[in-house]
């Protein structure tokens, strides 16, 4: 079956680095995609990884290695708006995406 | 620019109920899709269009209908609702299926069936 891992929680503090790791077996492989979800609104588009190595957009970086199926998003400098869910999904075979369930990253003061 | 609307924004339902989410799109996408989110698990599609004037089924489409008539318009029927279609449902477009390109989402509408 297809799969998408990411870890259900993450705690950082404000002005921190952290790092949201998924790991996928789907497939195929047709391109990592990573959505950011504030509570109670729709996901938005942050990344998308289709080679390995790393993307940098701003404070915002994706990393991909095919061959691990693993990808991860790092977040610098934190700041309180980037309390929200992050979405992993990969693009499989088909071109179908699947979507892993979520990180829910809290930043504290 | 309004992307992409979704209707209602929220409704609580009763089981056996005919309901339709609407769901229009003003950026020209080809590609539109249907989504749910439940806690704890990932989105998941339900159905999709590649095109006006076809349509595909996705992961879980059982219980659900759609329609594409025109580009911009993407409804998305219940023909008798039942308590495990108590979700938040979600719209989104892109500029064609298969691209590498970002899903565009509405703001989501969310159902309670009872």
């Known amino acids: 079956g297809q799969n998408i891992d990411q870890p259900t929680e993450m705690t950082a503090t404000e002005g921190a680095i952290v790092q949201i790791n998924c790991t996928y077996q789907?497939?195929?492989?047709?391109?990592l995609f990573w959505y950011q979800q504030h509570a109670g609104e729709a996901p938005t588009f942050l990344s998308y990884?289709?080679l390995d190595g790393l993307e940098e957009k701003g404070r915002f970086s994706s990393f991909l290695s095919r061959s691990k199926g693993y990808s991860y998003l790092l977040l610098k400098e934190l700041q309180m708006k980037d309390s929200a869910s992050y979405l992993c999904?990969?693009?499989?075979?088909?071109?179908?995406?699947?979507w892993g369930a979520g990180t829910k990253l809290i930043i504290k003061p | 620019i309004a992307g992409i609307t979704q209707a209602p924004t929220s409704q609580i339902l009763a089981a056996g109920r005919r309901m339709t989410l609407r769901c229009t799109q003003d950026?020209?996408?080809?590609?539109m899709y249907w989504y749910r989110q439940d806690l704890g698990l990932g989105l998941r599609l339900i159905h999709y269009?590649?095109?006006?004037?076809?349509?595909g089924k996705g992961e879980v489409p059982d219980g659900y209908s759609v329609s594409r008539a025109n580009t911009d318009d993407f409804p998305l029927t219940l023909a008798s609702a039942v308590p495990s279609q108590t979700s938040v449902y979600f719209c989104a477009s892109s500029v064609a299926s298969g691209n590498t390109g970002e899903l565009f989402f509405g703001e989501g509408s969310r159902l309670t069936v009872l």
């Open positions: 950026m020209r996408h080809n590609a």
């Open positions: 789907t497939s195929g492989f047709n391109g």
């Open positions: 990884n289709v």
């Open positions: 269009s590649n095109t006006a004037g076809t349509t």
């Open positions: 999904a990969v693009r499989d075979e088909n071109y179908q995406l699947i």
